[in-house]
């Protein structure tokens, strides 16, 4: 993909990833890297991430999310990428 394109990354991050900030360190990232989408909690333990934005971005995005906060521990991540005229969404979100 392009440098300039947008994409749109669809993320499931597993391992010890609720109660440890997870959805918030997404926030953080997404707005220093001017990421558009959301990140909710799944009732399987998982955290689901719909991203959007430059690709380049995304990829540095993704790989902080292969990390996590300090308290987490990200056993694996399954990532699904579409290109996208232009983001659909304003900004980013914690969706409960």
Same mark, same amino acid.
């Given at each position: ?25 997404? %926030? ?10 959301? !990140?909710? =909690? ?5 955290? *689901? #991430? ?11 995005? %993704? ?10 521990? !990200?056993? =694996? ?5 579409? *290109? #996208? ?12």
């Amino acid at each position: 993909m392009d440098n300039q394109r947008y994409a749109v990354m669809h993320l499931y991050v597993s391992g010890r990833v609720q109660g440890v900030g997870f959805r918030f360190f997404v %926030l953080n990232r997404a707005q220093r890297y001017g990421i558009t989408g959301w !990140v909710k =909690n799944l009732y399987d333990g998982r955290v *689901e #991430i719909e991203a959007e934005g430059r690709v380049p971005n995304l990829h540095i995005f %993704l790989k902080d999310m292969k990390s996590g906060p300090s308290m987490s521990h !990200v056993s =694996n991540v399954l990532e699904e990428w579409h *290109e #996208i005229a232009a983001p659909r969404y304003k900004d980013f979100s914690v969706t409960y």
